[in-house]
């Protein structure tokens, strides 16, 4: 069992800066691929980045040049950074452990970008 809490949501302006955390639970994290996928208003959830265990990442090309995923297996976390943010990043970001087809997600954080 994995369990995701998210953090370092909010609002910023465009082409600010934000972080996200997502702290794990479970022995399994070092072993296991993490991902931030986010869903706006009225659409699908959709792919932001993901990072296997060994570090390997891909990214959504909306976001390449501009987010950055990165995880710490000693501290069970996952983070993505988000530079020159846009308004149409604005989103509820979620935190994911082992892809889209598992049930292992967090609550979400909110990131709103004014433009």
């Known amino acids: 069992q994995v369990q995701l809490v998210e953090s370092g949501g909010g609002l910023v302006q465009a082409g600010g800066s934000l972080r996200l955390s997502c702290a794990a639970s479970g022995n399994i994290f070092s072993s296991i691929v993490m991902g931030w996928y986010r869903q706006a208003p009225g659409k699908q959830r959709e792919l932001v980045a993901i990072?296997?265990?060994?570090?390997?990442?891909n990214y959504a090309d909306s976001v390449k040049g501009r987010f950055t995923i990165s995880r710490n297996n000693a501290k069970n976390a996952v983070y993505l950074q988000m530079n020159s943010l846009k308004p149409e990043d604005t989103a509820v970001y979620y935190c994911?452990?082992?892809?889209?087809?598992?049930?292992?997600w967090g609550q979400g954080t909110q990131v709103t970008v004014s433009s």
């Open positions: 994911n452990a082992g892809g889209d087809i598992s049930p292992f």
């Open positions: 990072i296997t265990s060994g570090g390997v990442t």
